[in-house]
């Protein structure tokens, strides 16, 4: 299958390593494959299934694209997509100067210089794996995707191996599906079909072309979704650069340590705004949870200790008691 290689520019400075590192904990399994140096997709646009990989160029504010089949209207939205995943049209210098105002933000763009928004190659993909994603662990929700993927979506040959696979289920499909094939709770599976009715419909639109607040009005009409999920899939799925999902946990603890953090007077760069406070409370808050876990352990072992110590003394006492018994004479 020929293909073709494009160089995408994008302005200094980017950390790769960072938007990288979320595609290896959001991957769709299957579909997606990532390396430390290359972000790799099956997809089908048009009716007609390829692959792009994505490279990084060491020393060059560049990534390599390299597409296949080299059909010029799938080159073109390849190009759009990948431009978007990996938000290569962000001006880095125009957000530090919009956070210079903000210690706190100006802090983090100086120690994390060149942070990108992620996105997802599709929104409608986008979306449902949000949903799938909430308050569970990045292992479990790459499970909960491979199950929905593996039993809702299309049979299909690879189109580089030959090997069977599955593209990710339709809207039409999710719509009418039990979905009693992926190990969520009821609500959740209520939420994917009734947002894939929606979409359906024309209720919800998935363009990004459309007024931000429309579109997060109408994710909190869908059964199922509250105001994180409106904040999060309209920063991950249509690009929304002032989303700010304030209820994620994360972003909770950051305003609880920072309560004077002035939002307002960055917009509209917020999502900018949770995308360095994640990387930055993120690492302090998992080092928290490993203390607590690690605080659990030791008391556990103290109690533990405690209990052998006590058992051990009551064997003592135990012995020492019919020993005395043993001696004394018998009044018999």
């Known amino acids: 299958m020929g293909g073709i290689e494009i160089i995408l520019p994008f302005k200094s400075p980017y950390d790769w390593q960072t938007i990288n590192r979320f595609y290896q904990t959001h991957l769709i399994p299957g579909l997606e494959r990532v390396t430390a140096h290359s972000f790799e997709r099956v ?5 007609k299934t390829g692959t792009a990989c994505i490279e990084t160029m060491v020393g060059l504010p560049q990534l390599k694209v390299r597409i296949a089949p080299d059909d010029f209207e799938i080159r073109l939205d390849v190009v759009r997509r990948v431009r978007k995943m990996f938000d290569l049209d962000c001006d880095p210098k125009l957000i530090e100067r919009s956070f210079r105002r903000i210690p706190l933000l100006a802090n983090l763009c100086h120690r994390y210089p060149g942070l990108r928004l992620a996105r997802g190659w599709d ?19 790459a499970n909960l995707i491979g199950q929905l993927v593996q039993n809702y979506g299309l049979e299909i040959p ?10 990710f289920p339709e809207a039409a499909i999710l719509a009418n599906a039990d ?12 939420a994917i079909r009734d947002f894939s009715r929606r979409v359906l419909s024309g209720a ?3 363009s990004d072309s459309q007024d931000p607040a429309i579109f997060r009005k109408s994710l909190l009409d869908t059964k199922g979704l509250g105001p994180w999920s409106a904040e999060y899939i309209s920063l991950r799925a249509i690009g929304d650069l002032d989303a700010f999902p304030k209820t994620d946990l994360i972003l909770k603890r950051a305003l609880s340590l920072h309560p004077d953090l002035d ?21 302090s808050l998992s080092k928290r949870k490993m203390e607590t876990n690690d605080d659990v352990i030791l008391q556990r072992d103290r109690i533990s200790r405690r209990q052998a110590q ?3 003394k009551l064997q003592r006492f135990g012995r020492g008691s019919l020993a005395t018994r043993a001696a004394k004479p018998s009044k018999a």
Do not use: D, N
């Open 43 to 47: 997809f089908r646009i048009q009716g």
């Open 123 to 141: 929104p409608f993909e986008t979306a449902i794996c949000s949903i799938l994603g909430q308050l569970v662990s990045a292992q479990q929700r």
């Open 158 to 167: 690879h189109p580089s191996s030959g090997e069977k696979m599955r593209l």
């Open 179 to 190: 979905l009693s094939a992926v190990r969520t709770t009821i609500a959740r599976r209520e």
């Open 204 to 206: 919800i639109s998935l």
């Open 263 to 283: 939002l307002e007077s960055i917009k509209p760069w917020r999502s900018y705004a949770a995308t360095y406070l994640w990387k930055e409370f993120a690492q």
């Open 310 to 312: 006590a058992g051990r």
